[in-house]
Nanobody, 125 residues
């Protein structure tokens, strides 16, 4: 059974950095697209960054140049390095497993139905 576990969330000052991790069991990252999503209170869950099976990446405009998605295949772990954090980055962050070429299209990840439990990121000004 596929299980995704996020870690690394916490609090940071505006302009600071955090690194999120998502470790998978029961699946191989190299065969799928992995996405990071976030959901702020009262808002829809939105795609932040995705790393595809062929190492191609996709980023939301709001995080381009500030966030970097990467993975360690040996550890089956996906990362999201978040730099230059802003208060508007405050949200619950989720990793998700999707089919190849899923990008940031949430419906593909919902269809797969493999989401982590989420990790909270809070950025103060």
């Amino acid at each position: 059974q596929v299980q995704l576990v996020e870690s690394g969330g916490g609090s940071a000052q505006s302009g600071g950095s955090l690194r999120l991790s998502c470790t998978a069991s029961g699946y191989t990252y190299s065969s799928a697209c992995m996405g990071w999503f976030r959901q702020a209170p009262g808002k829809e869950r939105e795609g932040v960054a995705a790393l595809d099976y062929d190492d191609s990446t996709t980023y939301a405009d709001s995080v381009k140049g500030r966030f970097t998605v990467s993975r360690d295949n040996a550890k089956n772990t996906l990362y999201l390095q978040m730099d230059s954090l802003k208060p508007e980055d405050t949200a619950m962050y989720y990793c998700a497993l999707g089919p190849k070429r899923a990008g940031l299209l949430r419906e593909f990840y919902d269809h797969f139905g493999r989401w982590g439990q989420g990790t909270q990121v809070t950025v103060s000004s």
